[in-house]
Each structure stands twice: as C-alpha cells, then as structure tokens.
C-alpha cells in the first residue's frame, strides 16, 4: 500500500497568515492527489483534485501544488471558518489511502 | 442538485447482522463508482471499497475484504454496506461517496452525510 504523511500533525495560526500544510506519499503517485476539509461533525468535503484544481465552489484563497511524493496545500489568508482537519488522498492504485489528517485551529 | 442520502444511525449487539444504505440523486447512478469510507471515533478516514452499480463491478481495499459487503441495487439508484457478524470494533462513521474519475485518478464528490454505527453488549 501507498503511505501518505502529512505534517504537522496539527497547527495553530491567527487569521490572515499564511498556512501550509504538506503531504508526502511513499512512491510517486504523479498528480493523483486530493484534499480535503472536514470540520466538526461534518463528512468530508472536497478541496482540491488532481493536485492542483480547485474544485468549484472553494474560495480562492485555497491552492494546491505539487507531483510525484511532495504535495502541499496552501491557505493564503487563514479566516476564522477555515477551523477543521484536513486530510490528503492518493488515488494512484488500490487500496486508496489518506493521510492521517491536519488539525487546523485559529489562535 | 447531486446527493448521497445515507441511512440513519443504527446500536447493535456483537454477532448482529447489518446493512446500511445510499441513495444517489441528480445524476446518472450508473455511470459513477461508489465508495464507502470508514472513520473510527476520533480517527482518521479510511477507504474500504467501491461498486461500479451498472454493472456490479466491486473492489475491496485488502483490510476490509472478506469483513464486509458492498452491493447495489441500481434499479432504485442504492448502494448498500453490510456485514453478517458485527464487532465491537465495527463501531464508526461509515460514508458512501461518489467517485469522479475510474478506479484509479479519482476524487471524491459528494459525500453522505454519514451513518453512524454503534455495536455494543
């Protein structure tokens, strides 16, 4: 199986940084590469796909980068709402696997 | 509009049988694999399996297989999860999700909104 890592495991930030978050897989996977947004009691809900794409509806502030192990998600201006656990998830073979999750708090 | 309705939350004994569901609308079902996705209290997510409903093609990540079942019965646009003999350690938050690509370069989009699992004595 692929294994996907994520750091930092959790983070603190004030609104308005700039956040990073990084996921690094065990093999290349090219660019098959999802994000996702989990807050409280909530599923899941699609960020970015494919590395890079924005999935409609996600604001702007919000990009993804990266190819082959080294992916990153990028927060430009952290707001209060962005308060959640974000996941990554290779979808390059079977068994798909994710990351074990970011957990993102606003100072 | 597309969506994954999941049924409600269900408390079992250990040894219990169990099949939950998900019903796809606002979209062609047949034409998107289905997912389901397990997340034990407090964890992170785990993928477990798809179905492809037109034709009932199904995959097994290794660490479900043999544990669970995945179905369709796309006559009524539903996938179902089940289990035939229930652990405590089942307990979790199981969600259906459709996936947007093949079996592999795929991404997940909707996601139900969950059917919580309980087994307990």
């Known amino acids: 199986d692929i294994q996907m890592t994520q750091s930092p495991s959790s983070l603190s930030a004030s609104v308005g940084d700039r956040v990073t978050i990084t996921c690094r897989a065990s093999?290349?996977?090219?660019?098959?590469l999802n994000w996702y947004q989990q807050k409280p009691g909530k599923a899941p809900e699609l960020l970015v796909y494919?590395?890079?794409s924005l999935q409609s509806g996600v604001p702007s502030r919000f990009s993804g980068d990266g190819s082959g192990t080294h992916f990153t998600l990028t927060i430009s201006s952290l707001q209060p709402e962005d308060s959640a656990t974000y996941y990554c998830?290779?979808?390059?073979?079977?068994?798909?696997?994710f990351g074990q999750g970011t957990r993102l708090d606003i100072k | 509009e597309v969506q994954l309705v999941q049924s409600g939350a269900e408390v079992k004994e250990p040894g219990d049988s169990l099949k939950i569901s998900c019903k796809g609308s606002g979209y062609i079902f047949t034409s998107y694999w289905i997912g389901w996705v397990r997340q034990m209290p407090g964890k992170g997510l785990e993928w477990m399996g798809i179905i492809y409903p037109d034709d009932s093609d199904t995959r097994y990540s290794p660490s479900f297989q043999g544990q669970v079942t995945i179905s369709v019965d796309k006559s009524i646009s539903t996938a179902y999860l089940q289990w035939s003999s229930l652990k405590a350690s089942d307990t979790a938050m199981y969600y259906c999700?459709?996936?947007?690509?093949?079996?592999?370069?795929?991404?997940?989009?909707?996601w139900g909104q969950g059917t919580l699992v309980t087994v307990s004595s």
């Open positions: 998830q290779h979808s390059s073979t079977t068994p798909i696997t």
């Open positions: 494919g590395a890079t």
């Open positions: 093999q290349s996977i090219n660019s098959y």
């Open positions: 999700v459709r996936h947007h690509g093949g079996v592999i370069n795929n991404w997940f989009d909707p």
